[in-house]
């Protein structure tokens, strides 16, 4: 089974709107971290917000919140009043544990945001 | 800011050389890592390594090695490139168990 399950393989927005990018996770551990981070056309991947498991509030960063629904267990990423440079590649990935720190990846939503 | 860089965005190289991609960071950090990027595979780790000269497989490490001399220095190495091996190749760094930060990826072509 895939440990990050990214259902949207593709999204289109309007500028100035808000739009949720699922993510749902699947892990046995109590401690684990998720994240999302942002690839856009020059390839480079930029960390966008990171939730614990154990964290009581969702996390927020400027324009992008993570909707973080444990017993669903689920992670979306929302960015309110989309702007044209949110054109890119999301993806959602997840550290296990409280050991090693390496993250498993989704497979990435491709959002398009148009004028 | 941290910085990782790449020794090259773009490389074409030859069934069957052997090639070395560099990753050089500089922040201090103890934890770096090596991903491939193929379409519809999201990001996949291929080695990682908690400090110099240790190294651990990832999900694919076949075709690959490491090699960890200097802290701030990560290479990946292709020991004989097939045309399997064409992806992007992204480097990160960490200095815990949060974000890792990426370099700008390098785009490897066998041909």
């Given amino acids: 089974a895939q440990k990050i399950t990214q259902t949207q393989p593709g999204m289109f927005v309007q500028e100035k709107e808000a739009v949720t990018l699922d993510c749902t996770y699947d892990t046995s551990d109590q401690s684990y971290g998720l994240f999302w981070y942002k690839q856009p056309s020059s390839g480079e991947m930029i960390f966008l917000i990171y939730q614990g498991s154990y964290d009581e509030q969702n996390a927020t960063e400027g324009r992008y919140s993570l909707n973080f629904q444990k017993a669903r267990k689920s992670a979306n990423l929302v960015i309110s009043a989309s702007q044209l440079g949110d054109s890119a590649m999301y993806f959602c990935a997840m550290r296990e544990g409280s050991g090693y720190s390496t993250l498993t990846f989704g497979k990435g939503t491709m959002l398009l945001v148009s004028p | ?111």
């Fill in chain 2, 1 to 111: 800011d941290v910085k990782v860089t790449q020794s090259s965005r773009y490389l074409v190289k030859r069934t069957g050389e052997k090639v070395f991609l560099e990753c050089v960071q500089d922040m201090d950090h103890e934890n770096m890592f090596w991903y491939r990027q193929d379409p519809g595979l999201g990001l996949r780790l291929i080695y990682f390594s908690y400090d110099v000269k240790m190294k651990e497989k990832g999900d694919i490490p076949e075709g690959y090695s490491v090699s960890r001399e200097k802290k701030e220095r990560f290479s990946l190495i292709l020991e004989s490139a097939s045309t399997n091996q064409t992806s992007m190749y992204l480097c990160a760094s960490s200095l815990n168990r949060y974000e890792q930060y990426f370099g700008p990826g390098t785009r490897l072509t066998v041909t």
